[in-house]
């Protein structure tokens, strides 16, 4: 596909974002490191990540071509990833207990990453049944910004390509 005459015609030079303005811009996943920014919350360690050897998929052009070379390579790290998580398994039966069962106190701020890039959690509990504060930062949301910078100026009939090339979930932004 990524070899396909008109995939390259379409994408190739489309929705051009630096690396500055994807870092200034605050992008996430395949927008931030199609430009170029070796960024992914999976660096930080969490969950299994941290014992799995982990290094982000990277292009630097910038444009709708890299974004979408860069989430199919994802795939093929992700499937190297599952293969060496399964072979680290322990033999046996799997058993997690769970913590507290109070209600919770504090805050806290958690970063995944997902497909279409970092989705950030914010929790605060004031020792309530119910939380005090919840605010969820999804990718698409965050990779708005960007798209609005780099949509100015554009033929009509890239709109669509550059606006899907940032895998936008509608729903995720209808809060």
């Not at 299994?48 to 444009?63: H, I, K």
């Not at 860069?70 to 060496?84: N, P, T």
């Not at 020792?127 to 949509?151: H, M, S, W």
């Amino acid at each position: 596909m990524l070899e396909d005459y008109t995939v390259k015609k379409r994408t190739v030079g489309k929705g051009v974002l630096s690396k500055a303005q994807a870092y200034e811009l605050g992008a996430v996943g395949p927008m931030l490191r199609g430009s170029g920014v070796a960024q992914d919350a999976r660096q930080t360690g969490y969950a299994a990540y941290g014992e799995l050897y982990f290094e982000p998929v990277v292009e630097t052009d910038g444009d709708c071509y890299a974004r979408s070379k860069v989430r199919f390579r994802e795939v093929l790290a992700s499937v190297d990833l599952i293969r060496r998580a399964i072979n680290r398994l322990p033999d046996g039966e799997v058993r997690t207990k769970l913590k507290g069962k109070e209600n919770p106190v504090g805050e806290t701020v958690n970063r995944v990453e997902q497909p279409r890039g970092e989705l950030l959690y914010y929790l605060k509990g004031k020792g309530e049944k119910t939380l005090d504060r919840v605010r969820i930062r999804t990718p698409t949301f965050a990779n708005l910004p960007p798209l609005l910078v780099i949509l100015p100026g554009m033929y009509l009939s890239d709109v669509p390509v550059v606006t899907l090339s940032i895998d936008p979930c509608i729903s995720c932004t209808e809060r």
